[in-house]
């Protein structure tokens, strides 16, 4: 990644995370902020500060950061523009393995059950799409298997809200289908951010191969790349990842698609260099869509799911129109 643009995306999510810290129902200023979130000033703010926003930010920033890096290298193992995470079902079906896990009472018995519910759910998603349509490549075949995965976890998570058991595991199980990061706490961050991290470790791993994939498949291989392992890395990695995002927050759309899409430009259009800069730029993006969803309707605050949908998907629609201007 290009310094310039790794020195302009640092500094974005820098202003972007000290913002999400000041901006809500309740407006504090920066220099306010920053002294709460020492341990100074009125006790009042740190509690709004250190208790409130500062898991808030967190999580959306690993969140962001994990759904534009599986986006990205989705994106490089299928070699197609429109794959992402929540378009091959993935965000679907990991919000499916959470509901089923609290419908179930194990997320109340065992508490890593949710996190490992939103993971097998991911891990089952993306698989199936990849072997259905994965290794074509072809954009028609990986938009009706991610439609119908994504359909049939839905239709399943609406069963469960169907016969939910009293009226509060129906708003629970409407919580993860719109996605949201209102009430967080630092215990969903502990719980999430480990899974997100091995992620992405698995993900980052496989750049070099993803590198060597754009020449094809074959010549990847002929340069040593065991395309096997680069794909049963990167469909672990993403879920893991998703997974692990989408049982602390719901189902959180588009930024694996716009994302690497804004960015791809400005770094050559390789890869490698595209992988962090995609997890800068989502972590970035989710950041002003939290505080977007915080400012839009304060009295009754926006999902953060609904608003990444109502961005992302006149962005789908252009990139199927730009692909159809313009064939590759």
């Given at each position: 990644?290009k310094?310039?643009l790794?020195?302009?995306?640092?500094l974005a999510?820098v202003?972007?995370?000290?913002?999400?810290?000041?901006?809500?129902?309740?407006?504090?200023?920066?220099?306010?902020?920053?002294?709460?979130?020492?341990?100074?000033g009125?006790a009042?703010l740190?509690i709004?500060?250190?208790?409130?926003?500062l898991p808030?930010?967190?999580?959306?920033?690993?969140?962001?950061?994990t759904l534009?890096?599986?986006?990205a290298?989705?994106?490089?193992?299928l070699?197609n523009?429109?794959?992402?995470?929540?378009?091959?079902?993935?965000?679907?079906?990991a919000?499916?393995?959470?509901?089923?896990?609290?419908?179930?009472g194990?997320?109340?018995?065992?508490?890593w059950a949710?996190?490992?519910?939103?993971i097998l759910?991911?891990l089952?998603?993306v698989?199936?799409?990849?072997l259905l349509?994965?290794r074509?490549?072809?954009?028609?075949?990986?938009?009706?298997?991610g439609?119908?995965?994504?359909?049939?976890?839905?239709?399943?998570?609406?069963?469960?809200?169907?016969?939910a058991?009293n009226?509060?595991a129906?708003?629970?199980?409407m919580?993860?289908?719109m996605?949201?990061l209102?009430?967080?706490?630092?215990?969903h961050?502990?719980?999430a951010?480990?899974?997100m991290?091995?992620?992405?470790?698995?993900?980052?791993r496989q750049?070099?191969?993803?590198?060597a994939?754009?020449l094809?498949p074959?010549?990847a291989r002929?340069?040593?790349?065991?395309m096997?392992?680069?794909?049963?890395?990167i469909?672990?990695?993403v879920?893991?990842?998703?997974?692990?995002a989408?049982?602390?927050?719901?189902?959180?759309?588009?930024?694996?698609?716009?994302t690497?899409?804004l960015?791809?430009?400005?770094?050559?259009y390789?890869p490698?260099?595209?992988?962090?800069?995609?997890?800068?730029g989502?972590?970035?993006?989710?950041?002003?869509?939290?505080?977007?969803?915080?400012?839009?309707?304060?009295?009754?605050?926006?999902k953060l799911?609904?608003?990444?949908?109502?961005?992302?998907?006149?962005?789908?629609?252009?990139?199927?129109?730009?692909?159809?201007?313009?064939?590759?």
């Amino acid at each position: 990644m290009k310094p310039g643009l790794a020195i302009g995306l640092g500094l974005a999510l820098v202003g972007a995370f000290l913002a999400s810290l000041t901006l809500g129902a309740a407006s504090i200023a920066p220099a306010d902020a920053l002294s709460a979130l020492f341990g100074a000033g009125d006790a009042t703010l740190r509690i709004i500060v250190i208790e409130v926003r500062l898991p808030r930010a967190l999580l959306a920033l690993l969140i962001g950061a994990t759904l534009g890096l599986s986006g990205a290298a989705l994106q490089g193992l299928l070699r197609n523009p429109l794959a992402e995470p929540g378009l091959i079902g993935a965000s679907a079906a990991a919000a499916l393995g959470a509901v089923l896990v609290f419908y179930s009472g194990l997320a109340a018995m065992f508490v890593w059950a949710l996190p490992l519910g939103g993971i097998l759910g991911a891990l089952a998603a993306v698989g199936l799409v990849w072997l259905l349509a994965g290794r074509s490549g072809d954009s028609l075949s990986l938009i009706l298997a991610g439609v119908a995965v994504a359909s049939l976890a839905g239709a399943l998570t609406a069963l469960a809200l169907n016969f939910a058991p009293n009226p509060f595991a129906a708003s629970e199980i409407m919580f993860w289908m719109m996605g949201s990061l209102a009430d967080r706490s630092f215990e969903h961050v502990w719980l999430a951010a480990p899974f997100m991290a091995a992620g992405a470790w698995l993900i980052l791993r496989q750049a070099p191969a993803l590198d060597a994939l754009t020449l094809g498949p074959d010549t990847a291989r002929t340069l040593g790349f065991d395309m096997g392992r680069t794909a049963r890395g990167i469909v672990l990695g993403v879920a893991l990842g998703v997974g692990a995002a989408t049982a602390v927050a719901g189902a959180i759309g588009f930024v694996g698609l716009v994302t690497p899409h804004l960015l791809r430009p400005l770094v050559g259009y390789r890869p490698r260099p595209l992988l962090l800069a995609s997890a800068l730029g989502g972590a970035v993006l989710t950041l002003f869509a939290d505080i977007g969803a915080r400012l839009a309707a304060p009295a009754e605050e926006l999902k953060l799911g609904v608003l990444t949908a109502l961005v992302g998907a006149p962005f789908f629609l252009y990139l199927i129109y730009s692909q159809r201007r313009n064939p590759q």
